[in-house]
């Protein structure tokens, strides 16, 4: 069973509003809610037809500068032949509603709800939307450090609902990781997961760390700590967080807490603004 995935609110809220809400922007991290999500806040790409974005994450210099993160809304019969200008991008495509026709390498593959594609930099892709409703999918993308003796990874489609979560030691299942791409294979030099974490459980420390993060809660509650803040995040929520912001977590109820987790992994730390090679990693 495919289980649920929040996407973005869109529409216009109402003059009658309040404005106060939960966005907030800091020097270790974001927070973007739902509720922010609107139309008057959506981005549109060459080459994509019947198509609107949200980009919730965007490199920054002094900030977070690994990756960029859309939420893509295509229209039926919308998408593009042309979808990357950047020949140094790879991506990480999930399926959260609808669904889409993705062509590899003249290759065509159908993927609905709980779908994940990775696509290497340079591959020849193209993407539409099929059926009758709009299909919404998460693009996380980032350029992809050479090292040498390592080709970039293979391209892949995985399903979420097939693969097994992995519990945390000690958790009893409580708090468990869908790995979307292989943690073992160096090749990739960012991984993206789904992280659950049952009522109750906990994220029991202040993780902080090299790797900069990009959350999308996919489903349920939770209270978040961000540096020094503690923060109470729900579906549709985004967060994204500098390298080394502390971070831990509880999950509320009465269902999981989900979310769609991108880090960057795997590489030395540059060591200026540009590496060696490539674009500053960690």
Not at 116 to 132: I, S
Not at 190 to 206: D, E, S
């Amino acid at each position: 069973m495919t289980p649920p995935y929040a996407a973005p609110a869109g529409g216009h809220p109402p003059q009658s509003d309040l404005l106060t809400g939960r966005a907030v922007f800091t020097e270790a991290y974001a927070v973007i809610p739902r509720d922010v999500q609107r139309d008057i806040v959506t981005s549109r790409l060459p080459h994509w037809e019947g198509t609107r974005l949200w980009v919730l994450a965007r490199p920054m210099t002094g900030f977070a500068e690994t990756f960029s993160h859309y939420v893509m809304e295509v229209a039926p019969g919308g998408g593009s032949d042309r979808p990357e200008s950047d020949p140094r991008a790879e991506a990480g495509l999930f399926v959260t509603e609808g669904a889409v026709r993705l062509t590899l390498d003249g290759a065509a593959q159908d993927l609905g709800p709980g779908h994940f594609a990775y696509l290497p930099p340079g591959a020849d892709w193209r993407l539409h939307a099929r059926g009758e409703t709009p299909a919404r999918f998460h693009w996380i993308r980032k350029a992809w450090v050479p090292v040498e003796g390592l080709a970039p990874p293979a391209p892949f489609v995985a399903d979420e609902t097939r693969i097994a979560p992995e519990p945390m030691p000690g958790t009893e299942g409580r708090w468990a990781t869908t790995r979307l791409m292989d943690p073992d294979d160096l090749a990739h030099d960012m991984h993206v997961t789904i992280v659950t974490l049952q009522p109750g459980a906990a994220i029991p420390f202040l993780e902080t760390h090299v790797m900069e993060h990009g959350l999308y809660v996919l489903e349920g509650k939770g209270v978040y700590r961000l540096n020094r803040d503690w923060v109470e995040v729900e579906a549709g929520d985004y967060m994204w967080l500098r390298a080394f912001c502390p971070q831990a977590c509880y999950a509320g109820g009465p269902g999981p807490f989900r979310y769609l987790l991108y880090k960057d992994v795997n590489r030395h730390a540059g060591l200026g603004p540009v590496a060696a090679g490539g674009p500053s990693s960690w």
